[in-house]
DNA sequence: AGTTGACCTTGACGTAACGTCAAGATTTAT
DNA sequence: ATAAATCTTGACGTTACGTCAAGGTCAACT
């Protein structure tokens, strides 16, 4: 019927000293203590763990926790309320990001740039540092061999396939078309299908990496010389958002 | 030339304490100390301190930016490090704002729903208690009264409306259509203009509320009275991030 | 009985970046 | 001279435990 404090840590998959500090917070106090200072625990206590951690999954705090279980909250209503914190802390990563993304490009706007040819047919590996740290040396190397073994003709080639999908963006974005639309999602799966041509690029399942496609689209946003492409600041900001929705949805 | 510590505090948008904090982690020691112990930071230090201000903003710790001042580090490089973090919290989160969904969907699912009828019409104000909580009791009661007043003919008609949205959902969805696409966002901007119509849903200038929308999506995954209409687990799915893309880029 | 592990206890420090008193010294204004 | 500002150092609080540290307790083996 009881267990040692050490049996209900490893039946909850937690440690003992969560239990003590549980125990302290009077969260969860040992449903028994012997003579000699051991913790015992019986069933209904292990329920009751079980619950806290849930909750605990969840992001809510121990104040919270503790209202919820002794029925001073409304579950439903503190996870409410809870969701609206994780909301804002969401949105406010989302603006953190953004302003990352910004100023590394105004750090690294005028420094190594690949050469003009590659530029407007590889544009996702043009800043050399960025590729390299966050996707390995491989992924640039690979991608700049790639290119350069390439033959004038299916450079060519390449550069025309390129300027048409940078044409559809530009003249979708024109059109005001909503970013999460039908069209626009047609777009982003050309665009990520145009990426998956080239060897190198960071892959999951097969397929380019959804952090890889969102990070491409913060990157024609935040440097110029890609939102040029796209049809300036606000033409890259749809890009950027179609790229987000496509790889949320099907990467 | 000097400044007393109010002086920059004040100067820099920051408060006292926290220069002397870092005057204290020796990241931005006071450029000269009077005799009676007094802080003094001349220009250089002021530039200093903004730039350690603005590396904060962007969510870098303190020794992250010791490390970029003191030119140990490459800027753009901690930043980039800095990047990874943030997207991985952000996902994070996002798990965690899903889970408290279907969690407080779970909790619900059996309690107070609206009639039949109002189900197939209005299915986005049928959680009571989630609706009052998050956009507050006018958003339910001006909707709900709304519903109310409708004459049987109007009622029929905007169930029309709405079952002929929820089936181009579920027929989009079944034709695996990119939910950034353009396809998919129109049907957003139409289911948009639909919720469009109903009064008292929270609105930011003028347009369906951003985080709303968002909400909405989610709860459609998380509840599965919802999701039948849009096509099980994976159509609902498809719906959310269409929607999520929409709000994203024109809400 | 003595010893060896395995397990238990309480106690206390560390974590990130300051906010917030508190007590006392100094400067500035009246 | 006195009051009002401003300054100093010192120290606790914040969140949920992780991580020693020093020292009892218990069952098993010699």
Redesign the interface.
Known sequence: MDHSIQDIARLAGTTSRTLRHYGAEGLLPPSRVAANGYRYYDDRALVRLQRILLLR???LGLPAIRAVLDRETD???A??????W??Q??QR??R??R???T??TA??GKDQLMAETMFDGFDHSIHK??VE??WGADAYASGDSWWRDMTAAQRAQWQATTAALQADWRD?AERQ?????????????RHVQWLDAVPGIPRENGRPAA?YV?GLGEMYVADDRFAAHYGGQAGA??VR??????????L
Chains 1, 2 share one sequence.
């Open positions: 999954e969840l992001g579950e439903a209503a996870l409410r309320a809870h969701l609206g994780l909301e802390e969401q990563l989302q953190q990001i302003s990352v993304h100023t590394i750090l690294e540092e960025e740290q966050r979708a078309v909503a970013p999460d639309g039908t069209e626009a999602q047609q777009l982003a799966g952090a969102r900001g749809f958002d179609a790229l987000a929705v496509y790889a949320a949805r099907t």
